[in-house]
């Protein structure tokens, strides 16, 4: 398994992105991650697919959309049209995952899943086959700089397997 770098643009200065990426890709970054929150599945508000769309603009890096909000059926089309090259949907916020990562992978993006700390790896053994990313988070989402949750070791550990 190769270990690719994703940083995140969450705490980058909006009123200079451009310079911000440049920032990313000489830093050796793999791809970029983007937190896309509604202020509804967390507390926070980030971006939607319009500052999606002018990211992907101004890199070639690939452009992973963690997307931490509520009824991700509603948007997720908006986000692969704005330029999504892969799509993390939570677990903990569609009761029909099954046919989100459908959407997404017959829109030929890669697809994954999300999980919060509280949740088990087991509820998503019967997609495990049909993704391309696992992200376990190792914070609650919603905010950025919290500490790291050692727990989450076990976790990415029985996900390994």
């Not at 990313?133 to 029985?158: D, H, R, S």
């Amino acid at each position: 398994m190769k270990i690719k770098l994703a940083p995140s643009i969450l705490d980058a200065d909006f009123t200079c992105l451009e310079r911000e990426l440049r920032k990313i890709e000489s830093g050796g970054a793999d791809l970029i991650h983007l937190d896309i929150m509604d202020g509804n599945f967390v507390p926070n508000i980030s971006f939607g697919p319009k500052i999606v769309e002018s990211i992907k603009s101004k890199t070639s890096l690939p452009l992973e959309v963690h997307l931490m909000i509520e009824k991700p059926e509603n948007h997720i089309k908006s986000f692969i049209n704005a330029g999504g090259d892969i799509i993390i949907v939570h677990y903990e916020t569609s009761k029909h995952l099954d046919k989100l990562i459908q959407t997404i992978n017959k829109a030929d993006v890669k697809s994954g899943i999300a999980l919060i700390p509280a949740t088990p790896l087991n509820v998503i053994e019967y997609l495990i086959n049909k993704i391309d990313i696992l992200l376990i988070m190792a914070v609650n989402p919603g905010f950025g700089g919290q500490k790291f949750i050692p727990e989450m070791f076990t976790k990415i550990e029985k996900a390994r397997k």
